[in-house]
Structures are given as structure tokens and as C-alpha cells.
T-cell receptor, first 115, second 110 residues
Framework: KAGVTQTPRYLIKTRGQQVTLSCSPI?????VSWYQQTPGQGLQFLFE???????NKGNFPGRFSGRQFSNSRSEMNVSTLELGDSALYLC??????????????FGPGTRLTVL | QKEVEQNSGPLSVPEGAIASLNCTYS??????FFWYRQYSGKSPELIMS????GDQEDGRFTAQLNKASQYVSLLIRDSQPSDSATYLC??????????FGAGTRLFVKA
């Protein structure tokens, strides 16, 4: 079974631009979560989607948004990029519908650099 | 108080020793607990899951959970240099979010 895929793997943008990242979950997984990882803050939860609905959201500004399509693929968008948005963005898919046994499997991540 | 706390380390152990990694969490409604391993430049990889009090063993790895003390640990027996990585504790909370600790860096010396 193929794992979680993320595109692109690397991205360089300048301040003020916007960016869209894509994630394809493991086949059969309907829940997709997004995380931001930085050396200073660790892994921070952005949001989670299940069946095209955002079920949960972390403490990030409205510049960060996402969506999920009917095939469970997900995108996240960051508008008006700031230097502090430079990070590794990780997508994780999970087997179950958000129940307690919520094992998540991560993709390779997208490394975003904002200049 | 952080929701999930880990000692950042680094924790250094000799090859063949037992490495003990600890994690505490604040939400008493937390239901599931996970350990991930992350090598430098790579994404986290799930290595252990535990859902009830006690021990859960998988090969050289043992996860231990004590809900009364809000404490989770990971033991790595017969540590190998290839175990050198950052270990992330993750907790599925009563708020239906998975919260990650900052991670503990482990070095296994050959």
C-alpha cells in the first residue's frame, strides 16, 4: 500500500506571496491532519479534515486554511506569507474516523522557505 | 503548563543499554498515546501505540502508561546506534486533537 504523499517537497517563496500544499492520504484513510514543524515550536497542529469537513483546528491565524476533496486528498493554503512561516509542513492520515485509536501516518513533508 | 511535556535531552546511552524516555500530559480525558521516532531531516514514524494502563511490548520497544499519574514512557532495550533519533510523545486528548510533545533527542554511542 502506498504511503502518504505530499507535493511539492521543497518550496521557496517570498514574503507576501501565497502557497498551496497538497497531500494524498493512504488509500482508504479518510482523515487528514496538517502540522507545522519548526525547531523552536516543535510539531504544531494546524487542522484536521474528515469527509471534506474541517473537524478540528489549531491556534493558527486565518491566513492558514485548508480543504479536503471527495477522494480524501487535501490541500492547505497559506496566504500573505511571513518569514516565520518557514517550516516543515507535515500531513498525516489516519485509519479511523477520529476515534480513540487515532494512529496517524505521516507523509515526507513539504519544506517551505520564505525569503 | 504544556499539554504534553518531554525532557528535550539529549539522552545519551551506550550501545546495548536500555534507553528510557518519559512523557507527561495534562488532559485527564486523553484516550490514546503514541510514540513516534523522527530521524533528522525525515518525517515522524509511528513506533508504538498504547491505550490502557500497563505495558505494551513490540520487539525491543515497551510503552508504559499510567493514567492516574498522567505519565507515558518508552523503553528501548539493547539500544543500537540506529536508534539515535528524536522521539516524540503524542497524546490524543479529550478535545479530539493529537498533541505532540517537543521530543527527546536520543544518542546511542557505539
Amino acid at each position: 500500500k502506498a504511503g502518504v504523499t505530499q507535493t511539492p517537497r521543497y518550496l521557496i517563496k517570498t514574503r507576501g506571496q501565497q502557497v498551496t500544499l497538497s497531500c494524498s492520504p493512504i488509500s482508504g484513510h479518510r482523515s487528514v491532519s496538517w502540522y507545522q514543524q519548526t525547531p523552536g515550536q516543535g510539531l504544531q497542529f494546524l487542522f484536521e479534515y474528515f469527509s471534506e469537513t474541517q473537524r478540528n483546528k489549531g491556534n493558527f491565524p486565518g491566513r492558514f486554511s485548508g480543504r479536503q476533496f471527495s477522494n480524501s486528498r487535501s490541500e492547505m493554503n497559506v496566504s500573505t506569507l511571513e518569514l516565520g512561516d518557514s517550516a516543515l509542513y507535515l500531513c498525516a492520515s489516519s485509519t479511523l474516523a477520529g476515534g480513540p485509536r487515532n494512529e496517524q501516518f505521516f507523509g515526507p513533508g513539504t519544506r517551505l522557505t520564505v525569503l | 503548563q504544556k499539554e504534553v511535556e518531554q525532557n528535550s535531552g539529549p539522552l545519551s546511552v551506550p550501545e546495548g543499554a536500555i534507553a528510557s524516555l518519559n512523557c507527561t500530559y495534562s488532559d485527564r480525558g486523553s484516550q490514546s498515546f503514541f510514540w513516534y521516532r523522527q530521524y533528522s531531516g525525515k518525517s515522524p514514524e509511528l513506533i508504538m501505540s498504547i491505550y490502557s494502563n500497563g505495558d505494551q511490548e513490540d520487539g525491543r520497544f515497551t510503552a508504559q502508561l499510567n493514567k492516574a499519574s498522567q505519565y507515558v514512557s518508552l523503553l528501548i532495550r539493547d539500544s543500537q546506534p540506529s536508534d539515535s533519533a528524536t522521539y516524540l510523545c503524542a497524546v490524543f486528548t479529550g478535545g479530539f486533537k493529537t498533541i505532540f510533545g517537543a521530543g527527546t533527542r536520543l544518542f546511542v554511542k557505539a
